[in-house]
Every structure is written in C-alpha cells, then in structure tokens.
C-alpha cells in the first residue's frame, strides 16, 4: 500500500474533525445566544436604573466573570464530578488526551450526564409549553397553556420513565435523571425569585446600591447559565469547545445587552426558538444515554435551523403589523 495514502486518510480526517469543530462552536455560540435572549432583556432593564459608572463596571467586569468563570467553571466542574477520578486537570483535557484509560472513563460515565442533562432540558420545555406566558408561534402551544394543572403531572411520569428503564441499564444513570430532575426545580425556585427582585430593582427604589444590583445580576446570570452549559453537552464533551463556543455566544449577548436589546425584543418568536432547541437537545442527550448514537452535527445544525425558523417567523410578524 502507497504510504502516501494512508498520510491522505490522516489529513482527510484531520480535515473533518476541524471543521467538525468549528460547526460545533458555531452551534454553541447560537445555542447559547438563543437561550440567553431573556438574560438579556433582565440586564438590560436593569442596566437602566444604575450609574454610567455601575453600567461601565458590570458590562466589563460581569462579561468576564460570565465567559471566563460561569461558563468556563460549570461544565468543568460537571465532568470532573461525573468522573472523579479523571482530577481538576485530566476534566479539562479529557477529550483532548490521547489515553485509552482516559476517553474510557469519559465514555463509561456520559450516560449519567445526558440523562441528567437530558431530563433537565426537558423538564424545562414542559415549564415553558404548559405554564410559561407565551406569543404563539404553532396551533398546538395554545391548546398545552390551558393544560397548566398537567405540567406535574407531565414531568412526573417523564421522570419515572426515565429512571424505570434506567436502572437495568445502570443505576447512576437513573440517579443523573433525578438530579437533572432536582437541578430544574431549584433553578426554577432562583428564576421565580429574580423576577420579584428584578421589579423591585426597576421600581426605582433607592436604596438599592449598584454594588447590589451587579450582585443580582450576575447571580441570575449564573442562574440562566445553567441552561446553556448543560444544553452544551448535548454538542460535545470537550470543554474546550464548550469554553469557546458559550464564550462566544456569553460576548454576542452582551453587546446585544449594550445596544440592541429593543430590537431583539421584537423578534417576539426567539424564546420559542430557544425552547424548542432545548427539547430537541434533550432528547438528543437522552437518545445517547441509552446507546442511540447521535452525529456530533445533529445538535448544531438543529439549532442553527431552528434559530433561522423563529428569525424569519419573527420577520414576517413585524412585517404584518
């Protein structure tokens, strides 16, 4: 056999795994701007009611602390505790390692993430389709948001579905479904909370200091983020790529913060979008927890085509009026 031929295979695959990647970053940063339109709004309305100084710190201070510690501290923190025994270090670099022992170890423990992320997607598509106030964008999301009283109904019976076919495959499994289950309802609990605290802050009450203010705002920005990193692994498991790809999109939505936020809350059809992203994405995640391979561009082109359907059905709304 030509060698010449096998040094053409490497390349070739080299080839694709870039731009796999780079489709993959892509996808996330979409991803992660879509999901994050309501965090945007919040900051923005916020932003509104502090001082050009407060305004200057949070816009450069907050933005790295969501891209470099947020972002870049939860899935971190979400691999090295799936998989302890890879430490602070190996977590990071898993994917990237050359290891046999370590890409086993990543590959043994990745259904206990997607069940758990998958389940927390989920629970949160069923929040917004049944319970959420929302601009209908399809027939059937007016006949779910007067079923509200069956929303816990929905979950509960999700859930034990999950976690019944779950345990004769591995009961971690069925354990990240109830913790993805948990996750969601303390997230939810955070969310409820900031809402009554964001119209206490844009009430003008004074004696709210923009010390306070930067404070909620990147809590509920770590609230918010949880949505985003966890959606991230239905992409991929390199937490480089999901460092680069969150970070990205974490920058896009602060300069939508800045300057274009009235704009974007026109495009009334964008949460629909995100939710509808993140119910593809759950399922993609549950799918390979229980050995349903998924193309790694299964996730990103979903959202870019579902992105580019809620832009373009957000036009023709602002077109009609």
């Known amino acids: 056999m030509d060698p010449r031929l096998r040094g053409d295979d490497q390349r070739g695959l080299e080839y694709i795994s870039m731009l796999t990647a780079i489709f993959t970053i892509i996808g996330l940063a979409a991803f992660e701007v879509v999901s994050s339109i309501d965090n945007a709004v919040i900051n923005a309305e916020v932003l509104q009611t502090m001082s050009p100084k407060g305004r200057k710190w949070f816009l450069l201070w907050g933005m790295l602390f969501a891209v470099f510690i947020v972002r870049g501290l939860l899935p971190w923190l979400i691999v090295w505790g799936v998989v302890p025994s890879l430490g602070p270090v190996g977590a990071l670099l898993s994917t990237m390692s050359g290891d046999p022992l370590v890409h086993l170890a990543v590959e043994s423990a990745a259904p206990v993430l997607f069940a758990g992320g998958g389940t927390f997607l989920l629970f949160l598509f069923f929040h917004w389709l049944f319970l959420e106030e929302k601009h209908f964008g399809l027939p059937h999301e007016k006949f779910f948001s007067r079923q509200g009283l069956w929303f816990y109904a929905v979950v509960s019976i999700l859930l034990a579905a999950i976690v019944w076919f779950s345990i004769d495959i591995a009961p971690m499994m069925a354990f990240g479904a109830v913790v993805g289950s948990t996750a969601f309802f303390i997230t939810h609990g955070f969310k409820d909370n900031a809402e009554k605290a964001e119209q206490e802050l844009l009430s003008g009450n004074k004696d709210r200091s923009d010390i306070s203010k930067i404070l909620y705002l990147e809590a509920i920005?770590?609230?918010?983020?949880?949505?985003?990193?966890?959606?991230?692994?239905?992409?991929?498991?390199?937490?480089?790529?999901?460092?680069?790809?969150?970070?990205?999109?974490?920058?896009?939505?602060?300069?939508?913060?800045?300057?274009?936020?009235?704009?974007?809350?026109?495009?009334?059809?964008?949460?629909?979008?995100?939710?509808?992203?993140?119910?593809?994405?759950?399922?993609?995640?549950?799918?390979?927890?229980?050995?349903?391979?998924?193309?790694?561009?299964?996730?990103?082109?979903?959202?870019?085509?579902?992105?580019?359907?809620?832009?373009?059905?957000s036009r023709m709304h602002l077109k009609a009026i």
């Open 221 to 313: 920005d770590t609230t918010f983020s949880i949505d985003g990193v966890l959606g991230a692994f239905a992409f991929t498991l390199s937490v480089p790529l999901i460092l680069i790809g969150n970070g990205i999109g974490a920058l896009v939505v602060r300069q939508l913060t800045v300057s274009n936020v009235e704009t974007i809350k026109k495009y009334i059809y964008l949460k629909n979008g995100a939710m509808y992203s993140l119910l593809i994405l759950g399922m993609m995640m549950l799918f390979e927890a229980f050995g349903v391979h998924v193309p790694q561009w299964g996730a990103p082109l979903a959202t870019v085509l579902i992105l580019i359907a809620a832009v373009m059905k």
